[in-house]
């Protein structure tokens, strides 16, 4: 599976798709204004693009009891079922013909009685080839030259519900339907007004020409296929509940606009062929359960030239106009399908909890070392249904050290006591005197409403400054904002240079570290000026 990656500003994204583009006139924040109001920050998942987000799923066995409710899944297991202990086919391996309306029946695609209808044949039809292709049935050839197909050895353990068959079988099917999918939007359209004899002159040449058109065709059509699922995976991880869903015109302005950019009315050609081309594969998908989609309404594409565009005005777009350009919400089925392709291709595509398995070491160390971790989310896992007293004297041993991740470690301590809540309290009151606890407990239990909590010595005061700053160095990754905003806070009363005269000397692993960002960041210049010399200070010490 592609990663994820922004188009160039003067690229095309919607090369070879439909000609048929939606009203062009609209306003922009009209069409795509539901950044806001979906819950979607483009910014933040743009930064969040670079890695694979942790995702929630359910149980294996709730996904193959959703995976056995798609109905074209469904279909498959009962075709198989069907077939026991043999059929006839033909010589393809199709249903033969005096079999297709029954199995229409079967399938509940077709009244009991009546004519079937020539599109449920077609769909039974289908859903029989996908049992082929899982090897749900099989096919063979009696002695007698018979054509016949028999159960696979999948059917019955995907019956009794064994999970991992049946998601086997449901993740193989939705491979195939992504493949079909590419396929079918890689199609070229036929070329009107050529003659059998003109057609007939270098045909060699146009037949070499016309296949590798169709190989580029699909190669644009699988990555942009890709590009749209992984956008709507990382979505889904960042998204609160209840504002997974995503107009397809925001996945498609995702897509297109140049990273760091808002969609421009430039650009709005190139959202709305994306989303043209995006329409029937996204289609396809929901077949499968990979994602519930609402397609563009059609009849968006029925103005007649010349008349005004079927939706037009100064006022923005309500919810309902809204969705008539297209709606996607991937499924925890889709969401397990794309991780399994994201682990396929050799992507670390890690799931919520997996770094809260252990004891509080390996908790505050995985999320320590983690790149796309979502530490909250990992606490909250490992505080769940834990005794709050001995969870958090755990953790307080777990955050001591003066290696590298050291305040960071003593950061997320804080946080998942937050979580245990005043039951941490007697662990918490036990580390008062630790040096490198005290401070941060000493904290802890004030803003727990304790009140008499010690007040710290000046050498441990010091010390939790110098931790708690580094701590956020490192967890912010140098974000200048959040980092102004620490500093505003530093206790430098009227005498800077007595203040970073005592800092200095302080025997912390990050004490110059500190120093050096204060000095840099700070917007008082003799502060920041101070701050420069301690820290050439502190190196010197080293």
Known sequence: MAGRRRKNAGASAGEGAAEAVLPADLELQDLYGAFAAHGLDDEDLDDAAVLVPPVKLPSETELAEQAKAVPMFGYALALARWAAPHRVVDEFGDLVEEDRAPVARLLGLAPAEGEVPEEAEVEALRAWSLACDLDLVELGTTKDGEHVAVPGPDLEPAEQGDAETVLELWLTAAGIVRELAVEADSLPEEEAGEDGEERAEGADEEDEDALSEVEEARDAAAELLDEALQVLYETTAFAEPGNETVPLGVLAALLVVPEGEEPSEELLGDITDVMVALDPM?????????????????????????????VVGEEPLDEEES??????????????????????????????GELAQGDAADLLRGVCEAANV???????????????????????????????????????????????????????????????LGGAARAWLSA??????????????????????????????????????????????????????????????????????????????TLAKEARKAAFKARSKG
């Not at 998908?285 to 994602?291: H, I, M, Q, R, T």
């Not at 969705?323 to 799931?351: H, K, M, S």
């Not at 005269?501 to 204060?518: F, S």
């Open 374 to 436: 979502l530490p909250e989310e990992e606490l909250r896992v490992w505080t769940a249904g834990r005794e709050p007293e001995p969870a958090a004297r755990e953790l307080l041993a777990a955050a001591r050290g003066d290696d590298a991740y050291g305040p960071l470690r003593r950061m997320l301590c804080v946080s998942a006591l937050n979580l245990l809540g005043a039951g941490a309290e007697p662990a918490v009151r036990e580390v008062l005197d630790d040096p490198e």
């Open 323 to 352: 969705a008539r350009f297209g709606l996607v919400r991937l499924t925890p089925l889709g969401q397990y399908g794309i991780r399994q392709w994201l682990l396929e291709d050799g992507y670390d595509a890690p799931l919520v």
């Open 282 to 310: 996204l289609g396809d998908l929901a077949e499968l359960g990979l994602l519930e989609y609402r397609p563009i309404d059609p009849e968006l594409f029925d103005e007649e030239e010349g008349e005004e565009p079927a």
């Open 448 to 525: 727990l409403g304790a009140s008499d909590v010690p007040v710290p010595d000046r050498t441990m005061a010091l010390w939790t400054v110098v931790d708690t700053f580094a701590a956020q160095l490192l967890d912010s990754g140098g974000d200048a904002a959040l980092l102004r905003e620490l500093i505003a806070d530093l206790p430098v009363k009227g005498d800077p240079a007595s203040w970073f005269g005592e800092l200095w000397r302080v025997d912390h692993p990050y004490t110059a570290d500190v120093l050096e960002a204060i000095g840099e960041l700070h917007t008082d210049r």
